[in-house]
């Protein structure tokens, strides 16, 4: 899982980061996690407040800290991969009986 913090370096930026960090840390999901303080590269993603999160390319968050909540729910998202859902349900179609 990829997550990009945008912003400029501002204190709520820095904070975002590190509870992100934290977060992945202790559900044991691998992020990559990057920071870009570049303005034009924030304004290529349609961000025009800070911080903002990307994951996985797509905005999830922009403007102020966001919640644990929030941020969990981006981690679920890593620990839910269309192979471990295919898994849960039994396999790529039901009984183990593809009909192609």
Known sequence: MQIKVLGTGCAN????LKLIEEAAAAKGVAVELEKVEDLPS???????????????GKVVHAGGIPSKAAI???LAGAMTTP????????GCC???KCGG
């Open 42 to 56: 924030i304004m290529g993603y349609g961000v025009m407040s800070t911080p903002g999160v990307v994951v996985d």
């Open 83 to 90: 192979a471990a859902a295919a898994a849960s349900a039994g």
């Open 72 to 74: 969990d729910g981006w």
């Open 94 to 96: 039901s009984g183990g």
């Open 13 to 16: 930026c820095k904070t975002t």
